[in-house]
């Protein structure tokens, strides 16, 4: 009988191999878990723009990529169609993240889009880097170098003596004899690319002098300004190049690894007498790889449930626990340590795609009652102040600091029960105002635009941050209370009113969430700039304010000049605000008022005292715009164009934005004047009229990317742009120049065209007033620009007389270009020129109007009268006079 036998130590691989090959399955299965969870979400949009869906995140924890295709996702167990959605084949990569939206008001569907480029290294990161006297070991270029003895440096890199360019973050040495400098310089990054199969190539942004031999992992990749051959430690570069210079650079993805790459790069001087040199450089690693965006058609409670993941087979493979409270509106639920299960916190601000701690904060606001509060009220004193902190209940740590740092942070002082002396600061002479906050490409683009250190110092407030925490616990603390202290000489001789605007330094300045810098829109753009001339979109603050995910928290005081404390002092939301002017260097704010997300409804003072508003949604701290610099009048900037020709027309039967100059400062640093200025929008209308905010429509005309007009709704019902084009396309076969044509469409509020499809007319002598003043300011950044117009969308004049009579009327809106042209310049002419008559032209409704004679003669005596009264030259000269005072003792000072 012959037995078999089995080859053993074959059976023994085969079955290694089997159990390998099982437990990577299921490592890969295991390591998908849910990250985070929106549970009422009104902030992030989705791939249409809506905030309404909630959303949850998954993140690959594990060293291997996972193919998602079949798994389910959704909020029951075991998993039900109808409460959760299936996922589509696309494979998240190690550390990756997918963002699936619970949308249960929309059918499940997935759509596919362009995956974001990768910022292989960012603006502002640390490279090292060495400065020898002589040349390094020949390896310094490999991957397997070891660099940890060369210091550490954040770019840009570099040294200049001259009084230019003094953006230099890390400064290097160059040797003890000025005349002989090192003519070489050597610097190494190590940035990490998870799949090298998807990156197209890597683009160099770099701003280097003089020359430069770039290596990617070992290997030569570019030269610039160098000579062929050998390139020697002693070897200078071929050209001079000036430090405020940029290049790009396309890299072949050829020589990138899966895992840590490294960039190095050697600089080397024209001459060794050089008095700069500058290394300043980012990578951006060009994506093609389609990501979905899925949409699952189930929602989630508000209060919070049970989320539920599943592989393939629809087995669990994590249930992400309900949170034990709701969590709130715009906050998300998610575990404390990003792939890791079992402990989950509550994080105010929502970090979809993005590691859960990118805003984390340390503690959790619990303590609702227990908000320090200090014994002298923050204000102005000519003398130092002693304060001390307490809480309603006694035994809690109250950490604080004073110099507008968060209090959250471990490096915060522990108040230790005496009073803390606030006393006054020495003027600054460095710190926030020392940041650039547009890029150097700018300065050639508009001229008058470039960012410039302060001359000197400036003053300084201090900033009194304080929160309390559980001191038995140690992970619960109470809402923070803030305030700011001028104290000293220095403030006593105040002339305008002082807003003072506390926040994190991140939400303003940081890198990648700052809104007020380029930041990482700017580093990551493979163009840069790009070649729009305000770098539109390639900044962070150029991303729009209706994204929610660009607005930041801010506490918001404001003192009189007869008051020495706050008339009010809140928590409220800052965006950016503006067109191309976000570029300049100092910046308008767009503060807003949400109940839901900061507390604060409204912000309920009379902000304008000459105006009967006694509260306000929404207001701007304005930079004064294209004024801000004079951009074809020599660069005479005069901080007050806009405002003042809005006050010299208040009495007009159009719409205007009050105004009042204010010296603003952020985080105790003075930050110049700024114009204080309503908001248009419909919290504008409501305000102003007493209208519903929420039943008002209001659009605008602009200019798309093609240059061609087009009409855009910027708020009310979907359809009301529409509405308005069937306006227009009515006068278009029912010409303005017969009577009755022009009666219906002035007196009508209501009406019908041919298809009994309902049109509202319009105010005539609101619309007469208004390009009555658009043309005597001779403003030609309108009305392709800057034409803004709103009606009542259902009628309300029972409540709110004929402003609520659904006529569509026009409201001034940036006037801070008028008058460049010069006196000379004919308006009528300019209103019938290219892109002015066409149907959805602004100029074709102006042109129909003066067609019929009645409203010619009636616009004609209009002009003459206002020619008489308002427009006389003494009475505006004393206005434009009463403006420039105001701001004159402070006039100095913010131009320094």
Not at 134 to 139: E, G, K, M, N, V
Not at 472 to 490: K, N
Request: glycine share 8%; hydrophobic share 35%.
């Amino acid at each position: 009988m012959n037995i078999p036998t089995t080859n053993t130590s074959r059976h023994n691989r085969l079955l290694s191999l089997t159990v390998f090959a099982l437990a990577m399955c299921m490592s890969a299965r295991g390591a998908l878990v849910v990250n985070e969870v929106c549970y009422d979400n009104s902030m992030v949009p989705d791939d249409t723009g809506d905030t309404s869906s909630d959303w949850i995140e998954l993140y690959n924890t594990g060293p291997a990529a996972v193919n998602i295709l079949n798994y389910g996702l959704g909020d029951a167990n075991p998993y039900d169609d109808n409460k959760g959605v299936r996922l589509p084949n696309y494979t998240i990569p190690p550390g990756g993240f997918l963002v699936v939206f619970a949308s249960s008001d929309l059918p499940e569907y997935t759509v596919w889009t362009n995956a974001p480029d990768i910022a292989a290294i960012p603006a502002n990161s640390a490279w090292r880097y060495n400065t020898p006297a002589s040349a390094p070991p020949s390896t310094w270029k490999d991957s397997t170098f070891d660099d940890t003895a060369w210091a550490s440096g954040i770019t840009p890199l570099g040294y200049n003596d001259a009084t230019l360019n003094m953006d230099c973050a890390t400064i290097l040495p160059y040797g003890s004899n000025p005349a002989n400098r090192y003519p070489t310089a050597y610097f190494r990054k190590t940035f990490k690319i998870v799949n090298p199969s998807v990156v197209t190539g890597l683009v160099v942004r770099a701003r280097i002098n003089d020359g430069m031999v770039l290596y990617l992992n070992g290997v030569e990749q570019k030269r610039i300004y160098m000579p062929d051959g050998a390139i020697a430690y002693s070897t200078l570069a071929t050209v001079s190049v000036p430090p405020t210079f940029w290049t790009n650079i396309l890299l072949s993805a050829s020589g990138l690894v899966a895992g840590d790459n490294v960039l190095a790069v050697e600089t080397h001087q024209a001459a060794t007498d050089s008095v700069d040199l500058i290394m300043d450089m980012t990578v951006t690693a060009l994506v093609e790889e389609q990501v979905p965006i899925v949409h699952g058609q189930f929602g989630l409670k508000k209060t919070g449930e049970n989320v539920h993941l599943f592989d393939a087979g629809l087995t669990r493979i994590h249930k992400f626990d309900s949170p034990s409270s709701e969590p709130g509106e715009n906050k998300t639920y998610g575990l404390a340590v990003d792939g890791v299960t079992g402990v989950c916190k509550i994080y105010d601000r929502p970090t979809p795609g993005l590691p859960n701690a990118t805003y984390a904060q340390k503690y959790s606001v619990a303590l609702y009652s227990e908000t320090p509060t200090f014994s002298v009220a923050p204000g102005f004193y000519a003398a130092n102040q002693s304060v001390v902190l307490s809480t309603p209940t006694a035994g809690h740590k109250i950490y604080y600091t004073l110099d507008g740092s968060d209090p959250w942070d471990s490096s915060t002082y522990v108040f230790s029960g005496a009073a803390i002396l606030i006393a006054a600061e020495a003027p600054a002479t460095s710190g926030l105002a020392w940041l650039r906050t547009n890029p150097i490409e700018i300065d050639g683009r508009v001229p008058g635009t470039a960012w410039l250190p302060p001359i000197g110092s400036i003053p300084k407030a201090v900033v009194l941050r304080a929160i309390a925490v559980d001191s038995m616990t140690g992970t619960t603390c109470s809402p923070e209370t803030r305030g700011t202290y001028f104290i000293g000489p220095s403030f006593t001789a105040r002339t305008l009113p002082t807003v003072s605007l506390i926040t994190d330094t991140n939400n303003l300045f940081g890198f990648t969430s700052g809104i007020y810098v380029p930041g990482k829109y700017y580093a990551d753009s493979p163009t840069g700039y790009g070649s729009n001339k305000w770098g539109k979109p390639n900044a962070n603050y150029h991303q729009d304010a209706d994204d929610l995910t660009w607005e930041r928290p801010v506490q918001v005081e404001l003192f009189e000049t007869a008051q020495n404390t706050a008339a009010f002092s809140h928590t409220i939301g800052m965006a950016m605000h503006g067109g191309g002017t976000r570029a300049i260097p100092q910046k308008t704010l767009y503060l807003i008022s949400r109940l839901g997300t900061y507390g604060t409804s409204y912000i309920d003072y009379p902000l304008f005292p000459d105006e009967s508003g006694t509260s306000y949604k929404r207001f701007l701290l304005r930079n004064s715009g294209n004024d801000w610099y004079g951009p074809m009048s020599g660069g005479i900037a005069t901080m007050l164009k806009d405002a003042v020709l809005h006050r010299i027309v208040k009495n007009l039967n159009t719409s205007v934005m009050a105004y009042r100059p204010v010296a603003a400062y952020i985080n105790g640093e003075y930050w110049g004047i700024h114009n204080l200025r309503e908001s248009f929008d419909k919290h504008y209308l409501a305000t102003r009229y007493g209208l519903d905010a929420d039943n008002m429509d209001i659009l605008m005309h602009e200019e798309d990317a093609d240059d061609k007009v087009q009409i855009t709704r910027i708020d009310g019902d979907k359809n009301s742009d529409e509405e308005y084009e069937e306006l227009i396309d009515w006068i278009q076969e029912n010409p303005l120049s017969q009577d009755a044509n022009y009666q219906r469409v002035q007196t009508a509020t209501v009406f019908t065209n041919a298809l009994d499809i309902v049109i509202t007319g319009i105010d005539a002598t609101n619309h007469a007033d208004y390009i009555i003043a658009e043309t005597f300011f001779a403003n030609t950044d309108w009305p392709i620009n800057n034409c803004d117009f709103w009606r009542a969308h259902t009628n309300q004049t029972a409540t709110c007389g004929a402003f609520g009579d659904t006529r569509w009327r026009w409201m001034l809106y940036d006037l801070d270009v008028a008058g460049e042209k010069g006196v000379e310049f004919d308006m009528f002419t300019y209103l019938s020129s290219n892109k002015m008559t066409g149907g959805r032209e602004p100029g074709f409704l102006i042109n129909q109007l003066w067609a019929n004679s009645n409203f010619r003669n009636y616009f004609v005596m209009r002009y003459a009268n206002l020619l008489n009264t308002t427009f006389r030259p003494e009475r505006m000269a004393a206005i434009i006079a009463d403006a420039a005072d105001m701001i004159a003792p402070e006039i100095e000072r913010h131009f320094r």
